[in-house]
């Protein structure tokens, strides 16, 4: 996708780090800004191709967020931008990417490129890419001890392998 076609909804409740992150992306992309869940809500759509979403929001969360808009059918790829630091309980949440604040314009100008490159009819592809992005993000946060003694993180190997498997 080109990127002048893409376009990036914000959703972060800090007004002035939505608008900074508006002020980064806006000479590359369209750009959509949301102050809340619920505004991203509103706003999500078939028009969106990429959401930063905060993870951490009043009255709904990022994930909350993010899964109403996997269960209303958006085909947006999401990428949490937080600060809060992954922890095994990313293997539940849907999310494409996932970011650490403080974050730069780099970072997010990086994430939008990839996530808008990715074509989102392709449902194995992504979902591999998914589990696979979580799977480094636990691998660089956690000591090999606690990756192995996990049984939640043990399990999701198992399907991770099975599914590299099915898509080759």
Same mark, same amino acid.
């Given at each position: 996708?080109?990127?002048?076609?893409?376009?990036?909804?914000?959703?972060?409740?800090?007004?002035?780090?939505?608008?900074?992150?508006?002020?980064?992306?806006?000479?590359?992309?369209?750009?959509?800004?949301?102050?809340?869940?619920?505004?991203?809500?509103?706003?999500?759509?078939?028009?969106?191709?990429?959401?930063?979403?905060?993870?951490?929001?009043?009255?709904?969360?990022?994930?909350?967020?993010?899964?109403?808009?996997?269960?209303?059918?958006?085909?947006?790829?999401?990428?949490?931008?937080?600060?809060?630091?992954?922890?095994?309980?990313?293997?539940?949440?849907?999310? !494409? !990417?996932?970011?650490?604040?403080?974050?730069? @314009?780099?970072?997010?100008?990086?994430?939008?490129?990839?996530?808008?490159? @990715?074509?989102? @009819?392709?449902?194995?592809?992504?979902?591999?890419?998914?589990?696979?992005?979580?799977?480094?993000?636990?691998?660089?946060?956690?000591?090999?001890?606690?990756?192995?003694?996990?049984?939640?993180?043990?399990?999701?190997?198992?399907?991770?392998?099975?599914?590299?498997?099915?898509?080759?």
């Amino acid at each position: 996708m080109n990127k002048q076609n893409t376009t990036v909804l914000i959703v972060e409740d800090e007004p002035n780090l939505a608008d900074l992150y508006a002020t980064w992306l806006t000479t590359e992309y369209t750009i959509e800004v949301a102050y809340g869940a619920e505004e991203a809500l509103e706003k999500a759509g078939d028009s969106i191709d990429v959401m930063l979403l905060d993870r951490r929001m009043p009255k709904l969360s990022g994930n909350q967020v993010s899964e109403r808009v996997r269960e209303a059918g958006h085909q947006i790829r999401v990428a949490m931008v937080t600060a809060v630091e992954p922890d095994f309980d990313i293997l539940e949440l849907s999310f !494409d !990417d996932y970011i650490v604040k403080p974050v730069s @314009r780099e970072d997010l100008l990086d994430t939008v490129s990839e996530l808008s490159a @990715r074509d989102p @009819r392709d449902e194995e592809g992504n979902t591999l890419y998914e589990l696979s992005r979580k799977k480094a993000l636990l691998e660089d946060q956690k000591s090999s001890h606690e990756l192995q003694t996990h049984e939640t993180y043990q399990k999701f190997l198992k399907d991770l392998e099975s599914l590299q498997g099915w898509i080759r």
